[in-house]
């Protein structure tokens, strides 16, 4: 049986854990062989999700799509262009990229401690933007130009609910998820007529294992299962909106953002 994604390759960044990896497994699903990629071969291990890269490729294998790792900081052009190299040599041209890896993830390793907008440090920022925005640009500025000679692909970028609301703290982060959402139409505007598209995702609260260990959650939001929408979001039904914007089906949506968050960022236009 032929599957939407079939003989598409995907790069989904920061997929050894999360979001990221169950997009990932979204578009492997539909048939996608996939990069997955991490800052390290351990980072995965962080909350407890795998022993490391190598097993969550493995994992993919056994899903009967061609799989792979590489491992970088996306906000180091050279990592970028090593990576790049290493897709291209061992699987091909990515035309489905996903540019998920980010965060509210300070220097430090864990949540800006103040990460409010008077207090945070000049070193958080700094993180932070190279994370979130900056790291974004680099992996588009990378792997976009082969999909508009191609004349083809999709990129979808992973902003936040936060991008759309005033938030305090998870200043820097927010106002950060907010240039990814409109990095988004600027360059939909720019490839308007080179048939790739772009569009972003805004999660709202997702509970990942960085989610869960990162904050106090409250407990009264964790059931998936509930009537309410005023609850966490499950990582699958945020990989199915990826998968759906990466698939032909979505093939006249272009310069959007799909938020998928309950309706907790309720708005008009
Ligand atoms: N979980 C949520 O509630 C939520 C809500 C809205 C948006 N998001 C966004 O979704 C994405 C994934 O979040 P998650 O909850 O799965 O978190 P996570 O920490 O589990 O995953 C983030 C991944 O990105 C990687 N990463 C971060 N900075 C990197 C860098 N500079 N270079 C290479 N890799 C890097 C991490 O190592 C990790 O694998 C992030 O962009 C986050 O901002 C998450």
Request: aromatic share 6%; charged share 20%; net charge negative.
């Amino acid at each position: 049986m032929t599957r939407e994604l079939d003989g598409k390759i995907a790069f989904v960044t920061g997929s050894g854990r999360g979001l990221g990896r169950m997009m990932a497994q979204k578009l492997a699903e539909a048939g996608a062989d996939i990069v997955l990629h991490d800052l390290s071969w351990e980072a995965t291990a962080k909350y407890g999700e795998a022993a490391n890269l190598g097993e969550v490729v493995e994992t993919f294998r056994q899903m009967g799509v061609r799989a792979m790792g590489v491992t970088g900081n996306i906000g180091d052009k050279d990592a970028v262009a090593r990576m790049k190299a290493e897709i291209e040599q061992e699987l091909g041209e990515v035309e489905i990229l996903v540019n998920c890896a980010g965060g509210d993830i300070g220097a430090a390793g864990g949540k800006p401690n103040p990460n409010n907008a008077l207090d945070i440090s000049l070193e958080d920022i700094q993180t932070l933007t190279n994370n979130n925005l900056i790291g974004t640009m680099l992996v588009t500025q990378a792997f976009v130009p082969p999909m508009v000679r191609a004349g083809r692909g999709s990129v979808i970028n992973i902003a936040s609910a936060a991008a759309h609301l005033g938030c305090s703290p998870e200043v820097v982060y927010s106002t950060l998820k907010a240039a990814v959402v409109h990095y988004t139409r600027c360059l939909a505007k720019e490839l308007y007529e080179q048939g790739v598209r772009i569009n972003a995702v805004s999660p709202g609260p997702t509970k990942t294992a960085r989610f869960q260990a990162t904050r106090v959650v409250d407990p009264a939001k964790m059931d998936s299962g509930a009537r309410s929408f005023n609850r966490y979001a499950e990582p699958e039904e945020i990989g199915d909106a990826v998968a759906f914007l990466a698939s032909p089906r979505a093939k006249f949506i272009n310069g959007q953002v799909l938020r998928v968050d309950g309706g907790l960022t309720l708005f008009p236009g």
